[in-house]
């Protein structure tokens, strides 16, 4: 018998009816971080592909112990939104399709199986006209789409068996405060030249939990990821990192965030936005919007000599967050100007900008409306 | 109510005896790479500390798709093996009590909590008793204690909720076939200076599996991981690696492996094995035992002089494996010597050496009895 491999469909999904729907009456009833009902999940292997999409109400996996993920950290995911407007008659994503390439991406760098970028969406949709109604008006709540190997083999091998997963959760209310960070400790840093910074695996995350519990500890809301000798500005927690100086020769504002062109740090689907945002809106006022290395002590010089204009710090999870201080290596704590008071002029633009997007409040191509989802 | 919190601790152990025991005739009868009959588990809780551990049929877990380990790897183990004597009468470890601080360095490195040493060695020892009947005479189980976060919580949260697991598997036989090794592309490293090289975390092994795909696809057995412009040579494969030249200045065979102070390379109980061996053993015939950095130019520099003289790698797993041919980063294959048909001189010394005293042929203090075990 010939075995013929399936790539991922989002034809012949299995909706098995929760039996027991969680019940509120508002959405505030409902405990933040919770998981919602339900769970996507489709198995795959290496002869057969992917097999078919089963949409049942969320409860635990059963894995063997030897799951190739659980030892050799063989996973992936993503984060993202699904927003419903103010008036409450619409349901979106943004740019979903940015992040199901990137969940293939880091696929590929871990060695997991790819999935049909257009199927990952019809079942993403489907999942969200099912949790919808957890979504409150003006509100959203958080998806988790993963991929990662569960077959059962204690020597290190390429993932034989692997599942598709999308979850939900509801999510705290953001702390509006703006973030203190605090310059990764010199024998930690998050990701490197020829690592695997730029894919979302799992295997970037973890092990940023200690320099993270340290900052937390000394009062601070992130760790601000260095790199190198020279501390070059990578990220800041988990999400991309944005600082405005002027310019020494020009004297025009000129705002910097890490290059791709290393690998070091993630391709944010915010990050993406919030640069094409500021080049549409600023470039004819002589601001450059520059994808370059710059350093720690880039950011302390124009502090010194008072051209720090702002900084913040953009991803799905957290948005749009300004930052108020920044600790540098040598314990030296930099105030960042924050020109309209909980922020700066260019984090305040593309915050209300991407809101009005998210929240359907203008109509935008970054807006993808999930037609069936009420 | 007080809540204690709890130290690891083998008292209270509950057995729960299998009911359907694995049966065999011969060792040779049991699929290679099968899990033995029983699992070790034992549950912590940020509040509590470590419950009572339970020794019970092998099977799958059960865990929350929110679990922190199937998203951010927060996961790390160790390897060692149970070996037994070639008259069947003793079974034995191998310096266990350096792989259980080493999990614990790597419990503190990937936000974890540790296990109290001795504990977990009793734990192990139990485990090995229960599993004794499937080692045979002269030979080995391949046994996988781990740690990880099981807690479900989509944010990335220090781990509040943690498993320790002992499993164990038959192993295949090892491929005695020297090693042809491929230095590893620029583009990807395994570790590097600032990152999480020393510590057995899972994030450390997911992500080499894409280099050494390629590297098996073009016909060769492990990545000879290198690391910086200057291609420092680091590790092979999951080992770590030696080599050894003869010294430009005295003539004298030099025996060189990366040092440890870069946190770049894991410390190997093999490796640190070797070490000793080699030192007691050769340094009073004027050769010299290095950890220190060299790079793939020195070993081809080396080669291109005739004065290469041998190159092995060392771990648990494919215990001492001598090296026949190393590609180069430009795509040179270096030939390397092996004085004796299949073999150097060296690895042939520590691999006879230490597997006298892993199968009990002498009695030496790095072989830990399990005296219960028969």
Redesign the interface.
């Known amino acids: 018998m010939t075995v013929t491999y399936s790539e991922l469909s989002a034809k012949g999904l299995v909706i098995e009816k929760h039996p027991n729907p969680t019940q509120f009456e508002n959405h505030s009833d409902l405990p933040s971080?919770r998981?919602t009902d339900y769970?996507l999940e489709v198995t795959w292997t290496i002869d057969q592909g992917w097999g078919t999409p089963s949409l049942h109400p969320?409860g635990?996996?059963?894995?063997?112990?030897?799951s190739?993920?659980?030892?050799?950290?063989?996973?992936c995911?993503e984060g993202m939104k699904a927003y419903r407007s103010f008036d409450g008659k619409k349901v979106t994503l943004f740019r979903p399709l940015d992040n199901i390439n990137r969940l293939n991406d880091s696929c590929?760098?871990?060695?997991l199986p790819q999935l049909e970028p257009n199927a990952a969406l019809a079942l993403l949709e489907k999942f969200v006209e099912m949790e919808a109604r957890f979504i409150a008006p003006g509100s959203f709540i958080?998806l988790?789409p993963?991929v990662?190997?569960t077959n059962?083999?204690?020597?290190?091998?390429?993932p034989t068996e692997a599942k598709f997963?999308i979850?939900a959760?509801m999510?705290p209310k953001l702390n509006a405060a703006p973030l203190k960070l605090c310059s990764s400790p010199?024998?930690?840093?998050r990701a490197?030249?020829?690592?695997?910074g730029y894919a979302k695996?799992?295997?970037?995350?973890?092990?940023?939990?200690?320099a993270?519990?340290e900052a937390i500890k000394n009062g601070f809301s992130q760790v601000l990821w260095l790199m190198g000798e020279e501390g070059i500005v990578t990220e800041a927690g988990?999400a991309n990192f944005f600082a405005v100086i002027k310019n020494e020769k020009t004297g025009k504002d000129e705002i910097m965030t890490c290059p791709l062109t290393t690998?070091v740090i993630l391709p944010g689907v915010t990050r993406r936005s919030v640069l094409e945002l500021l080049r549409n809106k600023y470039t004819s006022e002589g601001v450059e919007v520059n994808e370059k290395e710059f350093t720690i002590s880039d950011i302390e010089k124009a502090s010194d000599e008072g051209r720090l204009v702002e900084a913040f710090a953009v991803g799905t999870?957290y948005f749009i967050a300004p930052v108020q201080t920044i600790r540098t290596p040598a314990g030296k704590d930099i105030s960042v100007p924050m020109s309209i008071g909980t922020s700066g002029d260019y984090a305040h633009y593309i915050k209300e900008t991407l809101s009005q997007i998210m929240w359907s409040k203008v109509e935008h191509p970054w807006s993808h409306p999930v037609a069936s989802a009420q």
């Open positions: 971080s998981a769970l969320y635990p996996l059963s894995l063997d112990p030897a190739s993920v659980l030892h050799y950290a063989t996973t995911f590929a760098r871990a060695s958080y988790r993963m990662m190997g059962a083999h204690l020597g290190l091998t390429t997963l979850m959760s999510m010199p024998d930690q840093i490197w030249k020829g690592g695997f695996l799992g295997a970037n995350y973890g092990p940023t939990l200690k993270n519990n988990g690998g999870a």
